[in-house]
């Protein structure tokens, strides 16, 4: 019985030193736990819940007067407010910058009241004051990004700093579809127009009174947005977006599919089927705009080979390009192909603003056809060699420039320049960047645009109204957005007349007989209409917005709402959890375990007993 006593207290003594010591271990482990919730990052700053995002292709340029991309586009909405947005599920206007506006019966005079007690994301008061200031830069300086949205407004003036009139020579049919970022007059103010419409980089941290503030760009690798914890429709649930760079579209996705990124644009179209599952949901969706073949039209000096000034020429070419392959093939069947500038599908059927060429209209593809309408305009092949020759007797060789950022550009091209051969024409393929295409596209001699490519394959992305895909055709436009630099006076009348139309259907028509013009003088030969391929994790974040709602994305440069209500389930069952529930959840972990303990230990001793009686 001694030895039995004996054994007894030495178990009673190990189970209350095996207590003290879990006890001990527990304390130091609930301290962490409790630690690690709220400990501070290296810079001193609590831990942060950061969106991360991948693309392909990041901006050119971070200064609204000079950035052409659509990441640009989609950085600059989450950094400057417009004057007013789009509703996300409808993409018809809602308030943004101003609360509300107004106008006159004849379309003469529009009021916009501004939020009240807004600020800059300097802390400077945001008022009336700069949305005159921003528009009137544009119309004064004449900055060519934005003159297709100011066209018709003779005057703006801030009549207090909540109240701002806008003054139209004609009725303007655009005024609630007008994407101008308003802009700081504090800090704009002092940048010399010629300099913001050609060198000013608008440097990181940017001041603006969006949701978010640009504080970092890391070419070629990242940008970094912090939220703005000020911002009118409330602080974001996210502090940081981090949108990364990829060069290589599948190790972007394998970072999907691992959960390293939230959501990527930008999706290779061959990879749309293969990301679905596995918590994240991949999509494909129609959006305003379209790829296109683009042909340089500028007359000389500009460095165009002169044959693609003939519209006869340009016309024979669109029977050489077989889009449904190019949408097939190029695009895995993620597209349609294009006839006309604005996209079919987009709008209800009684105001769809998409012309559709009747079949004698139509080019179908037959290079036979393309032949025998290059004979017939008197490029031929006099000497037999197989290349056709100019009305200069030089043989016909083009250059035709794929993106190296867009694989479908480089796949497209491989077909057109196929197809071109076969019906005489010396063609050279090259993938170039992004920016070496701009240089070439924006080539300025003596501070004058010109040219210097032949063809080149690229595209467009337009805003809910038709007017912006419709302006990039204009006289005005060209050596900006009309790439091409072609010009046609009727063209531009008839822009001018759409643009004071207030009756959607009388609108229509006009627009409809502008997309015929192009479509007939093929300045460019639209392609396929485009579709985002996107994808996003929906197991590890929750309150996407998919926009338009019916079969939209969750990123778009109409709105900011995935952006701003978007957020981490861990972190927001983290929040649930915390304080005094969590810490009695650890304490309720910490009484179970020491259970478990002095179980194994009963157990271990009841074993031995036994042994020792028997």
Not at 488 to 517: C, H, N, S
Request: a negative charge; hydrophobic letters at 40%.
């Amino acid at each position: 019985m001694k030895t039995m006593i004996k054994r007894s207290g030495v178990f009673r003594g190990a189970i209350g030193l095996a207590c003290v010591c879990l006890a001990a271990g527990l304390a130091w482990g609930l301290s962490a736990a409790v630690a690690a919730a709220t400990s501070p990052t290296p810079s001193g700053a609590p831990d942060k819940v950061i969106l991360r995002l991948g693309w392909t292709r990041e901006p050119d340029n971070l200064n609204p007067f000079v950035g052409v991309s659509a990441s640009c586009y989609e950085a600059w909405h989450l950094q400057y407010d417009l004057l007013n947005g789009y509703d996300a599920a409808s993409l018809t206007p809602k308030p943004e910058f101003a609360e509300s506006w107004s106008h006159t019966p004849d379309g003469l005079m529009w009021t916009f009241q501004i939020r009240p007690g807004m600020t800059w994301q300097d802390g400077v008061p945001a008022t009336a004051h700069d949305v005159a200031f921003t528009f009137n830069y544009i119309i004064a300086n004449q900055m060519a990004s934005f003159t297709g949205y100011t066209e018709g407004i003779e005057k703006v003036e801030a009549t207090d700093d909540v109240t701002v009139v806008f003054t139209c020579s004609r009725p303007k049919a655009n005024m609630l579809g007008m994407w101008v970022p308003i802009l700081p007059a504090h800090i704009w103010s002092k940048v010399d127009p010629k300099d913001a419409a050609t060198g000013y980089a608008n440097a990181p941290p940017i001041v603006g009174s969006g949701p978010f503030q640009i504080v970092e760009w890391k070419k070629g690798s990242y940008i970094r947005l912090a939220a703005n914890p000020k911002y009118w429709a409330g602080k974001p649930k996210v502090d940081e977006v981090i949108f990364e760079t990829y060069q290589n579209a599948d190790t972007m996705a394998q970072d999907l599919k691992s959960g390293a990124l939230a959501g990527a644009w930008g999706i290779p179209p061959a990879q749309v089927e293969s990301l679905n599952g596995g918590g994240v949901t991949s999509i494909s969706y129609i959006t305003i705009g379209f790829d296109q073949l683009t042909f340089n039209c500028a007359p000389a000096p500009a460095k165009g080979n002169p044959v693609l000034r003939d519209p006869a020429f340009r016309q024979a070419l669109n029977y050489a390009i077989d889009k449904r392959k190019v949408a097939s093939v190029a695009y895995s069947d993620q597209v349609s192909p294009a006839t006309s500038l604005i996209p079919a599908g987009l709008y209800a059927t009684d105001l769809d603003y998409h012309w559709e060429p009747a079949a004698a209209q139509a080019y179908p593809f037959d290079l036979e056809k393309a032949k025998a309408a290059l004979d017939a305009a008197g490029y031929t092949d006099a000497n037999s060699d197989g290349i056709r020759e100019g009305k200069d007797g030089k043989p016909i060789r083009l250059e035709l420039l794929a993106r190296n950022e867009s694989i479908m550009s480089q796949q497209s091209g491989k077909f057109i320049a196929g197809w071109f051969k076969q019906i005489g024409l010396d063609i050279k393929f090259q993938v170039v960047s992004e920016a070496a295409l701009s240089d070439k596209v924006w080539n300025t001699v003596a501070g004058k645009v010109q040219p210097d490519y032949d063809m080149f394959l690229w595209g467009w992305v337009g805003d809910a109204d038709p007017n912006f895909l419709l302006s990039i055709s204009t006289t005005d436009q060209a050596g900006m957005w009309n790439q091409s630099v072609w010009s046609d006076p009727e063209y531009d009348a008839l822009f001018a007349r759409q643009g004071r139309e207030l009756d959607p259907q009388k609108r229509k028509q006009t627009v409809w007989k502008m997309q015929q013009i192009v479509y007939q003088q093929s300045p460019f030969i639209p392609l396929i209409y485009s579709r985002s391929q996107e994808a996003y994790n929906t197991t590890a974040w929750t309150g996407w917005v998919t926009s338009p709602a019916r079969d939209g994305g969750v990123f778009y440069t109409f709105q900011t709402d995935s952006y701003r209500l978007v957020h981490s389930v861990a972190a927001a069952t983290t929040s649930e959890g915390s304080g005094s529930s969590t810490l009695a959840t650890i304490l309720w972990i910490a009484a179970a375990a020491v259970g478990a303990v002095i179980v194994v230990l009963l157990i271990n001793r009841s074993r031995r007993r036994r042994a020792e009686e028997s």
